[in-house]
T-cell receptor, first 114, second 113 residues
Framework: DTGVSQNPRHKITKRGQNVTFRCDPI?????LYWYRQTLGQGPEFLTY????????KSRLLSDRFSAERPKGSFSTLEIQRTEQGDSAMYLC????????????FGNGTRLTVT | RKEVEQDPGPFNVPEGATVAFNCTYS??????FFWYRQDCRKEPKLLMS???SGNEDGRFTAQLNRASQYISLLIRDSKLSDSATYLC??????????????FGKGTKLSVKP
């Protein structure tokens, strides 16, 4: 399978705990995106990378959120001191470089903060 | 104007009907747009890319109106399997790195027998 892969598929955590998600993009794609989606809403942009460089981060994103893509391949998204409002589906997508390139999404990681 | 705006629906149509969705955007410099389809509790999947004036793929037609800054999606001869949420995607207008793609909230379509 050469699609975008995300792990874990589901994560249940208690408020205040830290969580980390992983995304493996399509191998020839150099752009990698993180989105968050809640019920009834479209995906909300969080951040994106071109190779290992984090080019943009949503102004609405809390400092508790951090993402890395150290070697320009897989990426991790960490949420520190989780809150109930962080409960959502976290979607990773990748694309080729170029503004006309569509995104290809992984299955997502569903986070539930209790 | 919001960066991207869609009618949330739901659109309830009978099988065989023709249905159209509109999506307005604010970034007049945008060159490429996309329509995605999302089934319940699944990830979005690319339906169509929209460049220049429009694009057609079987029963699906996407059109771009730059003057009025909207794109549309037309579905002809609706099938039960077309029931899903349709998401409009446009480049961000916030002056960032130009790679940021913004999703609309989606339009829900329900095709009934």
């Amino acid at each position: 399978d050469t699609g975008v892969s995300q792990n874990p598929r589901h994560k249940i955590t208690k408020r205040g705990q830290n969580v980390t998600f992983r995304c493996d993009p399509i191998s020839e794609h150099n752009r990698l995106y993180w989105y968050r989606q809640t019920l009834g809403q479209g995906p909300e942009f969080l951040t994106y990378f071109q190779n290992e460089a984090q080019l943009e981060k949503s102004r609405l994103l809390s400092d508790r959120f951090s993402a890395e893509r150290p070697k320009g391949s897989f990426s991790t998204l960490e949420i520190q001191r989780t809150e109930q409002g962080d409960s959502a589906m976290y979607l990773c997508a990748s694309s080729r470089q170029g503004d006309g390139s569509p995104l290809h999404f992984g299955n997502g990681t569903r986070l539930t903060v209790t | 104007r919001k960066e991207v705006e869609q009618d949330p629906g739901p659109f309830n149509v009978p099988e065989g009907a023709t249905v159209a969705f509109n999506c307005t955007y604010s970034n007049s410099a945008s060159q490429s747009f996309f329509w995605y389809r999302q089934d319940c509790r699944k990830e979005p999947k690319l339906l169509m890319s929209v460049y220049s004036s429009g694009n057609e793929d079987g029963r699906f037609t996407a059109q771009l109106n730059r003057a009025s800054q909207y794109i549309s999606l037309l579905i002809r001869d609706s099938k039960l399997s077309d029931s899903a949420t349709y998401l409009c995607v446009v480049p961000s207008s916030d002056g960032g790195s130009q790679g940021n793609l913004i999703f609309g909230k989606g339009t829900k379509l329900s095709v009934k027998p």
